[in-house]
């Protein structure tokens, strides 16, 4: 049995007791470390679960994985998956890979951004499609974000915009050579997202959004140091969310409630950058 | 201080283990039951939890929730409620209200519908708005989901159709007599959702969607018989869900990826209701 276990959105404690004892019926537990990352460090998880994690970075899951999958044939084997166990596609695929082997899967649900976002006070009812924003080089600077944002402003809905996060990417130097060796860990903060989508705005000139558009970003949702920040997208470019993770919610219409909501979310003085936020991009 | 707790959506062990660690800490606990149920009794959370838990209807979270807003000024309590917890706009009011009061209020986040159905293989970033679908009566057939669905099809995007739940709904006597006299718990069915959506396209006409517009249903989801199905909106008509509690996708554009999962859980002749479906209305 493959269990496809999600860990929640904070430390090692947001797995639910279902999802614990799947673990501790597991004779190995692998845990995805790329499409997101938990508040704590593995060994935390190793503490809790009295047993060894064997952390996997993409190309381990995307080529490695069927050792995985063999075991699993005849074993119990716990796949953690920071949020919720189908956050991200690469799970769908694992999920038919399992099958196509023969091997029995089954998933423990748990909270994940596209859920937790609610948080924020805006209905999850009323959000459409969610768009990922990455970072902009030199070279590349992908804007299919703003179709998607466009059909959602139409109909009224809010967009839940999921920022970049690159763990363990290879170096320019390692794809040449061959070698071993990454770019650190990097985060985009809500303030360069929201660079980022005024920079689009401006390109592309259809007027989807603007400076005084409405939107909160949250910070560490589910931690103890959760932060969550309602202003518009001229000031959030300004806005100082903390340590990572991020996201941005760009708001649509809102109801009574939602925006009483938003408001105990207001901004303060003390939430801006001194001087200009950090524009986090990375050079092509 | 207020926690607000999400219990995630089977049994009483679907509770994170930082949900579980602020019951403990609580010297009381209520459980909101109306906006959905558990698949347990409430005497097995009560075992786990080891403290009573008072089960909250919809007039007590509406109008006698100010008490409990008392007690959390100067003790801990928890507001443990199915799912996520900010699964419903309620839980949103209760939020205003503590903060109205000076009461510090922490949400304790897990799984809801409205992440655990990508369970279904079909992508949460291609979901546009949700929608809720009542139970018709003779005299109140209320189509608005139509009009969202037509936006959400529009730009391809999967619709969440959300059904209807009635728990401790008082009868027609104990409204007119002001007495205490509830309707049996009444759950809509996936098979009971495509009628009626089939209904509304064919008094609408607009062609938003129609019996070979490709669905999947979700029945308990979370739970360990978990059922998933997919089939056409005419099929859905007279496929048995089993048990309560069920959900109905209908599918906008898919992507390589979402079409595989959904082949994986392609019906089956077992999964038809012998005869006719029961649709289970509400006489108005």
């Known amino acids: 049995m493959l269990y496809l276990i999600g860990l929640g959105l904070g430390n090692e404690r947001d797995v639910t007791l279902r999802g614990l004892d799947a673990i501790k019926r597991c004779s190995k537990v692998y845990l995805e470390a790329y499409t997101s990352v938990l508040g704590v460090d593995v060994r935390a998880m190793e503490a809790l679960y009295e047993k060894p994690v064997r952390t996997c970075d993409r190309a381990f899951v995307e080529q490695g994985v069927d050792a995985v999958l063999d075991e699993a044939l005849s074993e119990d084997v716990a796949f953690c998956v920071v949020g919720d166990a189908f956050a991200a596609t690469t799970h769908s695929d694992l999920v038919l890979r399992a099958i196509e082997r023969g091997v029995a899967v089954r998933p423990v649900y748990n909270a994940s951004i596209m859920n937790a976002v609610a948080g924020t ?60 060796e990454y770019e650190p860990a990097r985060f985009m903060t809500a303030a360069t997202a929201a660079k980022q989508m005024l920079e689009v705005e401006e390109s592309r000139g259809e007027g989807v959004y603007g400076e005084d558009t409405m939107c909160v970003a949250v910070a560490r949702i589910g931690q103890d140091d959760e932060k969550i920040r309602a202003c518009t997208l001229g000031e959030m470019r300004r806005v100082d969310m903390g340590a990572p993770l991020h996201s941005l919610v760009l708001v649509g219409d809102v109801m009574e409630i939602e925006s009483a909501m938003l408001a105990t979310h207001a901004v303060k003085p003390e939430d801006f950058y001194d001087g200009d936020a950090p524009c986090q991009m990375l050079d092509g």
């Open 121 to 180: 006070g805006l209905s999850l009812y009323n959000f459409g499609k969610a768009v990922s924003i990455c970072f902009f080089t030199q070279t590349w600077r992908p804007d299919s974000f703003y179709d998607l944002i466009r059909d959602n402003r139409k109909s009224g809905a809010h967009t839940l915009c999921l920022l970049d996060i690159r763990v363990k990417e290879p170096t320019v130097r390692a794809l040449c050579k061959g070698i071993e």
